[in-house]
């Protein structure tokens, strides 16, 4: 792993709770250089909430800068997990896969009760390519701002996936498939909702091959304002 002075390093960390109990890691702190770095996989099991509250800084990364706001997974390096198994994440803004090299990082949502929240908005694949969110049986992801499956024009062949009964990404502000970037794509399937307010598919110069795909009975992509 790449370190920091001022990082607090954790490898493979589980945050869960037993018997009904529930554990709470909770991170709020006003100096985003000194964020907490989890190398390789954060997994958040039934009874885990993870908090990052304000400017605060996690880092799902084996390579991660020097500064960090809101949750990213994969800054510099690639291959990074996170897993929300009926556990609760909330932040600020979030990025999954933020720099050019931090691709094919993925982020799991799945079962009911499994909710990741952000107060603003959610990137998949901001420079980086091949990153990958799934919500699945029930899981939810839920923004107060936009969100974004290929920002930058490097981010492309990002994906998300949202399938099953109850599995829902709301945005309360845009969803675009392709800001700048290439050849994203999103899926819903068997019954997955996603809704947002404007919806763009291709939005920048050079945002080619973008596809949203909606397929099987109860499957819903709602835009409130197109």
Do not use: C, M
């Not at 709301?170 to 997955?192: C, E, K, M, Q």
């Amino acid at each position: 792993a790449f370190l920091f002075p001022n990082t607090l390093t954790i490898s493979n960390l589980t945050v869960s709770g037993r018997n009904g109990s529930t554990n709470t890691l909770l991170l709020n702190t006003l100096n985003p250089r000194a964020p907490l770095q989890i190398v390789s996989d954060l997994t958040v099991d039934a009874g885990g909430i993870v908090e990052v509250v304000g400017d605060s800084g996690l880092l799902v990364d084996s390579g991660a800068g020097p500064e960090g706001v809101g949750l990213d997974v994969g800054v510099n390096s690639a291959g990074e997990q996170l897993s929300i198994l009926g556990g609760q994440v909330s932040d600020n803004v979030a990025y999954l896969g933020l720099n050019l090299y931090s691709s094919n990082n993925t982020a799991l949502v799945t079962g009911s009760g499994s909710v990741w929240s952000n107060a603003n908005v959610l990137y998949v694949g901001y420079s980086a390519a091949g990153n990958s969110l799934t919500v699945t049986n029930g899981g939810a992801v839920l923004n107060g701002g936009s969100g974004y499956i290929g920002l930058n024009l490097s981010a492309s062949n990002n994906t998300v996936l949202v399938t099953g009964s109850g599995s829902v990404w709301s945005n309360t502000s845009d969803l675009t498939v392709g800001f700048s970037g290439a050849a994203n794509s999103l899926t819903i399937s068997s019954g997955g909702a996603v809704y947002n307010g404007y919806g763009y598919i291709g939005d920048r110069s050079g945002a080619n091959y973008n596809t949203v795909l909606v397929t099987d009975p109860g499957s819903v992509w709602s835009n409130a304002f197109n």
